[in-house]
Nanobody, 120 residues
Framework: QVQLVESGGGLVQPGGSLRLSCAAS????????MGWYRQAPGKQRELVAT???????TVAHSVKGRFTISRDNAKNTVYLQMNSLKPEDTAVYYC??????????????WGQGTQVTVSS
């Protein structure tokens, strides 16, 4: 069984910062790309940022310069540092990971999501 558990969401004022974490646990053999996505009410889920096991990153244009993705491979954890938050960043944030366990093939696993609300 693999679990991805997000933490760090909450309510923050415009211009504030939050740091999201997502830890993968279970019988994990290897993790390739990890990423963050978000879904606002009434909208489709969209990519925020991804990071490969080697540290190469992709960041959505809407958050470039404000959000930073990083990971700790030893802890199977991915982070999303969010600065200069705007009301339009309000959404449920989901992490995912392309990983292989000791008894399964490569598969994309998702976390349960964490709410981020940017409001004064």
């Amino acid at each position: 069984q693999v679990q991805l558990v997000e933490s760090g969401g909450g309510l923050v004022q415009p211009g504030g910062s939050l740091r999201l974490s997502c830890a993968a646990s279970g019988s994990i053999f290897s993790i390739n790309t990890m990423g963050w996505y978000r879904q606002a009410p009434g909208k489709q889920r969209e990519l925020v940022a991804t990071i490969t096991s080697g540290g190469s990153t992709t960041v959505a244009h809407s958050v470039k310069g404000r959000f930073t993705i990083s990971r700790d491979n030893a802890k199977n954890t991915v982070y999303l540092q969010m600065n200069s938050l705007k009301p339009e960043d309000t959404a449920v944030y989901y992490c995912n990971a392309d990983l292989k366990t000791y008894d399964s093939s490569w598969y994309t696993h998702w976390g349960q999501g964490t709410q981020v609300t940017v409001s004064s």
